[in-house]
């Protein structure tokens, strides 16, 4: 009996449901919400799947064998994402990395969302024509305005701590969709033959230690000393070096095999490249959940970040405690040495 119990497959659906009633006094909306964007996540699969026929398909920008438009997929992605977001009425409104401005999504029957959802449709797209691995990033915050009035830039201007929730999936070998609501870290994989999404990695914990490192190294001589001194020392210990291009896949292998993540400033990009509603917090949510650290280069505590702007950059180092600690002993000597 037991051993059939633990086979049975477990859908996206049925563990959302069953967390959300374990954990909070459920409304079902965060269920709702969730259930969305496991939706635009299949339909996002379908279409990065696709990508290697844009011979057959059409290529992007140009008219299709219909006559209508084809779409560059990130921007597919993003339009995906804002139709199922609106398809249960919990979401109020949505900020992506495509979009300047926030958007208020129109009301479902006479709901009143509590939720404003961020996302980065899909990062790492230059990726995408060769063939290589991208995702979705996604976070959840609670509506913070008067919910008799209409949204305002303060809900989206929300500390990582404030974070309901926050996920990635990563478009790879295979799909899977890992999220947290604050209560550890799940991972799906996407079963194309019943497009379900099925648990895959229960309570996802990161290796305390790890081998790997993932910088782009092309940039090293851009870097402070003390990081020029960490990726020194990352190679006197023989570590591997592993960099995709793409955050989520980056990030996702550290999650499974432990190792570190760094994007450190630059002259090109002096408060680092990567955004911090959009990446760096929803990244540290996770990472933070599956027992790892985030921190800016800086060494602040990535979650604490102030935030004052929806395309706001930070540096990021992120991923097995004990390689981020160390880490920060290069940056707090280095940093030392030059003053
Ligand atoms: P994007 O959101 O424009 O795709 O950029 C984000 C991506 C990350 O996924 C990746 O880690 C990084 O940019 C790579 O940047 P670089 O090419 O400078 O190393
Ligand atoms: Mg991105």
Redesign the pocket.
């Known amino acids: 009996m037991e051993t059939s119990n633990r086979n049975r497959i477990i859908t996206l659906d049925e563990f959302i449901l069953k967390q959300q009633k374990e954990y909070t006094s459920s409304t079902g909306e965060l269920t709702n919400l969730l259930r969305d964007i496991g939706v635009a996540a299949k339909i996002i699969n379908r279409e990065v799947n696709k990508a290697g026929l844009v011979n057959i398909l059409g290529v992007a920008g140009a008219e299709n064998e219909s006559g209508d438009t084809v779409q560059k997929l ?1 921007i597919y992605a993003n339009d995906k994402l804002i139709e199922c977001l609106g398809n249960s009425g919990e979401c109020a409104a949505i900020a992506s ?1 495509e979009l300047e401005n926030f958007v208020a999504l129109p009301p479902v029957a006479k709901k009143k969302p509590k939720y404003v959802v961020v996302f ?1 449709p ?5 990726n995408i024509d060769v063939n290589v691995s ?2 979705t990033i996604f976070s959840i915050y609670r509506r913070i305005s008067d919910p008799a009035g209409p949204i305002t830039i303060d809900d989206f201007l929300q500390p990582g701590t404030s974070l309901v929730a926050a996920g990635y999936v990563l478009y790879g070998t295979s799909t899977i969709l890992v999220y947290t609501t604050g209560h550890g870290v799940n991972g799906f994989t996407l079963d194309p033959s019943i497009g379900e999404f099925c648990i895959s990695h229960r309570d996802i914990k990161i290796p305390e230690d790890g081998a790997y490192y993932a910088v ?1 190294q ?2 090293y001589l851009k870097f402070d000393l003390e990081m020029r001194r960490y990726i020194d020392h990352c190679s006197d210990m023989n570590f591997g070096l592993r ?8 990030i996702h292998r550290i999650m499974i095999q432990g190792g570190i ?1 760094l ?1 450190p400033h630059t002259r090109k ?1 002096p408060k680092g ?3 911090l509603l ?2 760096c917090n929803p990244m540290a949510m996770i990472v933070e959940q599956a027992g790892g650290i985030a921190i800016t280069c800086n060494l602040e505590r990535i979650l604490d970040l102030p935030v004052n702007d929806l395309h706001q950059r930070a540096t990021i180092s992120i991923g097995s405690p004990k390689m981020v600690s160390e880490m920060k002993a290069f940056v707090e000597k280095y940093s030392a040495v030059k003053s």
């Open positions: 990130d990395e980065d899909l990062d790492g797209s230059s991208v995702g782009n092309g940039y960099y995709i291009g793409s955050m989520v896949s980056d993540f994007y990009y490249k990567l955004r959009y990446e």
